[in-house]
């Protein structure tokens, strides 16, 4: 099946700080998308993005499907922008494969 | 409105007992979802179900048994249920019908589920 490398695994930041999240994947993909998984556990939409670039405020993400890698920016870090980033990937109708995620702590 | 809600938010039981989980959307999406997810883990498909059928059964022990009574609700039945299988069970949903997004998929908050 379809691979879903994540990096780095953990970041700590001050706030403040500005951030660069991979998600690299092993085949050509119809749906990416970028999740933040808060602390209770719920995953929160940040961007459906199989190709291109998006802008949300100080989030944006872009992917390069050709080159099989997407990228996740976090500008101006806040303390709530702490907990695990997933990317998950489908080639196929609807099934999601998700990567290991990004432990992100952001420091006061 | 791109909310998919779950009930209980937690749930305790015990190896012989039977409960339910379940989850609602009224985003008109044609396709819902049951992930488990361990601790410090990504989530992992368990079932799919497309226009209220079941297409994908991930190799799921015959313990959970999924259910969805109309396009809106899934339900998930355990029995018999093992200390290991405590997680967090979340639902999602996608459209399915058109649009830009067919497969983008909205998650619920969860049931934390403990099996003693």
């Known amino acids: 099946g379809i691979q879903v490398e994540q990096s780095p695994p953990d970041l700590i930041l001050q706030e403040g700080a500005n951030s660069t999240l991979r998600c690299n994947f092993s085949d050509s993909v119809n749906n990416l998308q970028w999740f933040h998984q808060n602390p209770w556990g719920q995953l929160i939409n940040l961007f459906y993005?199989?190709?291109g670039t998006k802008q949300n405020g100080r989030l944006s993400a872009t992917t390069v499907a050709t080159e099989r890698y997407s990228l996740l920016y976090i500008s101006s870090s806040q303390t709530t922008d702490s907990g695990v980033y997933f990317c998950?990937?489908?080639?196929?109708?609807?099934?999601?494969?998700f990567g290991e995620g990004t432990q992100l702590t952001v420091n006061p | 409105d791109t909310e998919v809600t779950q009930t209980p938010k937690h749930l305790v039981m015990g190896m012989t007992n039977k409960k339910s989980l379940k989850c609602e959307q009224h985003m008109g999406h044609r396709a819902m979802y049951w992930y488990k997810q361990k601790a410090k883990k990504p989530p992992e498909l368990m079932f799919v179900y497309s226009y209220e059928k079941l297409s994908i059964n991930e190799s799921v022990p015959s313990r959970f048994s999924p259910e969805c009574p109309n396009s809106s609700l899934l339900n998930l039945h355990l029995h018999a249920l093992q200390p290991e299988d405590s997680a967090l069970y979340l639902c999602a949903s996608s459209p399915l019908l058109g649009g830009k997004k067919p497969y983008e998929q909205y998650f619920g908050p969860g049931t934390r589920l403990t099996v003693t």
């Open positions: 998950a990937v489908g080639f196929s109708g609807s099934r999601l494969t």
């Open positions: 993005i199989p190709s």
